[in-house]
């Protein structure tokens, strides 16, 4: 009989600490990889002064004097996981956009200056070659005809240089410029009739303002506040908290996907619709990012308030019909494809040798037939979140960097999924992008047995080059920001014009820092030929010796900058109103 030892259980709360791991050897190749990589710590620090990690070498020759220098140009990437300095500093950016055009008070555009007696005269010397013209053209004396546009062309060249904004008309078909189109330049209508399960919408002539109401308190107080939207697509199927569904047989995939990439258009009908509604030009600033569930929404700030219930009517009766070709039923797989033939310059069946039908047969067999039905309709779900917000406050700084949280990473990049079933769901949704079309031209249409428009050998089915169909974009292909027109009355390089500006007022200097980051800006223009300089050319210094260069330039500025802030501070009457990126400069 052999005896056995057995341990008494030890309490909760009461087991020894465990034994500290021995620190490894000095000299040993565990303490050796214990320390910081040089490499890291360069980039760490690169990061925090907010120098580009990866500049594009730049050629600059002075075509006066002759003198050539390489100047390192921040890539401008917009995705942290390309450039974190440049995707943080293009987030600031727009984040004051949408700061400064949010709770305006006035417009942010003026109204056009009057026309000079120059820019009139030119106008009027259009006008009569172009009643020239037409008596040519009626009497068939084709060379003066020929003389006349040219003359035409001349006129308008001097009428843009001048300083008109547009063009005057429409330049003049010469009868072969529809060749090799296989419409032939018809346009096709479509039924403009409201369908029945949509409800209809008041129509306003829409004012030529783009500021909301001011309301006045009980006690005399005036007040302007804005709102805050988030619009959402339909349900596809019941999902979990974590957005996967409860079932992913019945889950509606093709509609997501389709959905999906047509969700830019719903939008713009939305705006659309709202301001013909309201009657007056509606202002918005917002992302588009993906949901849990990997469907889109949009986060929009508006400008003025709108009833909660305008808005929810106008986002129930608001829809965009896909007049394509029917996609029910795919005739082929990536196993068996049709080929082209080179001969027909068409694709044919391979078995059968039969040419598919082209897009405008397809589209033909649309308008013949009078009960056709869009092949697809999108809406918004009935989840329509509206609330206001008040200017200078911490909800509307709040807000603003919830809009602009994600614009720095890839939509795929949202929501990681990190279990089994959200890795399905995202492969399922996928692999329903891959099939879809996206455009009229898409190579997908091949798989339905449909050339697309303007149909050529280069097409490969089910691995279309559009945006929609990738990994990373979830089927939102297009602009993540969406600003209108007269949001701020600036485009984002007038906003780094005005943080660089403000960084010159500052510190007392009237040109660039450097010359470097404002060409352009002295009295005497300086004409310079720019190319890309390639990474092995003898005057391009290694990397790491650029990275050095700009972090100790960065520093330097932001000393200076730094301390003009505290001899700005001392003074009673000087206030900044314009914001940059904090106190480092790095909005340069």
């Known amino acids: 009989m052999t005896a056995t030892s057995t341990t008494a259980p030890t309490l909760p709360g009461l087991e020894p600490a465990p034994t500290p791991a021995a620190p490894p050897r000095p000299g040993s190749r565990a303490a050796r990889m214990a320390l910081p990589r040089s490499v890291d710590v360069l980039k760490e620090i690169a990061a925090e002064y907010g120098v580009c990690v990866r500049p594009l070498a730049m050629r600059r020759t002075d075509l006066n004097t002759g003198l050539t220098e390489v100047i390192d140009l921040p890539c401008?990437?917009?995705?942290?996981?390309?450039?974190?300095?440049?995707?943080?500093?293009?987030?600031?950016?727009?984040?004051?956009?949408?700061?400064?055009?949010?709770?305006?008070?006035?417009?942010?555009?003026?109204?056009?200056?009057?026309?000079?007696?120059?820019?009139?005269?030119?106008?009027?010397?259009?006008?009569?070659?172009?009643?020239?013209?037409?008596?040519?053209?009626?009497?068939?004396?084709?060379?003066?005809?020929?003389?006349?546009?040219?003359?035409?062309?001349?006129?308008?060249?001097?009428?843009?240089?001048?300083?008109?904004?547009?063009?005057?008309?429409?330049?003049?078909?010469?009868?072969?410029?529809?060749?090799?189109?296989?419409?032939?330049?018809?346009?096709?209508?479509?039924?403009?009739?409201?369908?029945?399960?949509?409800?209809?919408?008041?129509?306003?002539?829409?004012?030529?303002?783009?500021?909301?109401?001011?309301?006045?308190?009980?006690?005399?107080?005036?007040?302007?506040?804005?709102?805050?939207?988030?619009?959402?697509?339909?349900?596809?199927?019941?999902?979990?908290?974590?957005?996967?569904?409860?079932?992913?047989?019945?889950?509606?995939?093709?509609?997501?996907?389709?959905?999906?990439?047509?969700?830019?258009?719903?939008?713009?009908?939305?705006?659309?619709?709202?301001?013909?509604?309201?009657?007056?030009?509606?202002?918005?600033?917002?992302?588009?990012?993906?949901?849990?569930?990997?469907?889109?929404?949009?986060?929009?700030?508006?400008?003025?308030?709108?009833?909660?219930?305008?808005?929810?009517?106008?986002?129930?009766?608001?829809?965009?019909?896909?007049?394509?070709?029917?996609?029910?039923?795919?005739?082929?797989?990536?196993?068996?494809?049709?080929?082209?033939?080179?001969?027909?310059?068409?694709?044919?069946?391979?078995?059968?040798?039969?040419?598919?039908?082209?897009?405008?047969?397809?589209?033909?067999?649309?308008?013949?037939?009078?009960?056709?039905?869009?092949?697809?309709?999108?809406?918004?779900?009935?989840?329509?979140?509206?609330?206001?917000?008040?200017?200078?406050?911490?909800?509307a700084e709040r807000t603003i960097r919830y809009v602009t949280k994600y614009i720095t990473k890839h939509t795929g990049d949202v929501h990681k999924a990190t279990t089994d079933r959200q890795r399905a769901h995202l492969d399922r949704l996928w692999q329903e992008l891959q099939v879809t079309p996206c455009t009229d031209r898409c190579a997908n249409w091949l798989l339905y047995g449909i050339q697309p428009r303007k149909a050529h050998a280069k097409l490969k089915p089910g691995r279309c080059k559009g945006k929609v169909h990738q990994r990373d974009t979830l089927g939102i292909g297009g602009r993540r920001i969406l600003i209108s027109r007269d949001w701020s009355g600036k485009t984002l390089s007038d906003h780094k014009h005005d943080v660089r500006a403000w960084v010159r007022a500052l510190l007392g200097v009237s040109v660039g820092l450097e010359g470097v980051y404002d060409q352009g800006a002295t009295v005497e223009p300086v004409r310079h030929a720019w190319e890309l300089a390639r990474p092995d050319d003898p005057d391009v210094g290694p990397m790491a010796h650029r990275l050095l260069r700009a972090i100790g330039e960065r520093a330097r500025w932001r000393s200076e900058l730094l301390a003009a802030k505290d001899r700005a501070a001392q003074l009673p009457d000087t206030a900044s109103t314009t914001e940059t990126d904090g106190t480092t400069g790095e909005g340069l």
């Open 76 to 395: 401008g990437a917009t995705r942290e996981d390309k450039c974190g300095p440049c995707a943080k500093k293009n987030r600031r950016l727009r984040q004051a956009q949408i700061r400064e055009g949010w709770h305006r008070d006035d417009e942010p555009l003026p109204p056009p200056e009057p026309a000079t007696e120059e820019q009139k005269a030119l106008i009027l010397l259009r006008g009569h070659l172009e009643f020239s013209r037409d008596e040519a053209s009626r009497a068939s004396q084709w060379d003066q005809v020929e003389d006349l546009d040219e003359a035409i062309r001349e006129v308008e060249e001097a009428i843009a240089a001048e300083g008109l904004r547009g063009r005057v008309a429409p330049p003049h078909s010469t009868g072969d410029e529809d060749q090799g189109d296989e419409d032939n330049g018809r346009r096709r209508k479509r039924s403009t009739r409201r369908r029945q399960d949509a409800p209809d919408l008041p129509r306003r002539k829409v004012e030529r303002r783009t500021v909301g109401k001011t309301y006045t308190a009980p006690d005399g107080t005036t007040y302007r506040p804005s709102m805050w939207l988030t619009l959402t697509l339909d349900s596809y199927g019941p999902v979990r908290p974590d957005g996967t569904p409860l079932n992913p047989d019945r889950y509606d995939y093709r509609r997501a996907a389709w959905d999906a990439v047509h969700f830019p258009r719903l939008l713009d009908r939305f705006w659309q619709n709202l301001r013909r509604c309201e009657g007056w030009n509606v202002q918005y600033a917002g992302c588009v990012e993906p949901q849990r569930r990997l469907a889109p929404h949009a986060h929009f700030a508006i400008r003025g308030t709108i009833p909660r219930d305008v808005l929810r009517t106008v986002a129930a009766a608001t829809y965009h019909q896909v007049w394509w070709p029917s996609v029910d039923v795919q005739r082929y797989t990536l196993d068996r494809l049709p080929v082209w033939d080179e001969q027909a310059s068409v694709w044919v069946d391979q078995d059968a040798r039969a040419p598919l039908t082209t897009w405008s047969e397809a589209l033909d067999a649309i308008d013949d037939d009078l009960d056709a039905e869009p092949v697809h309709v999108v809406r918004f779900g009935s989840q329509v979140d509206a609330r206001g917000v008040m200017p200078g406050t911490d909800d």
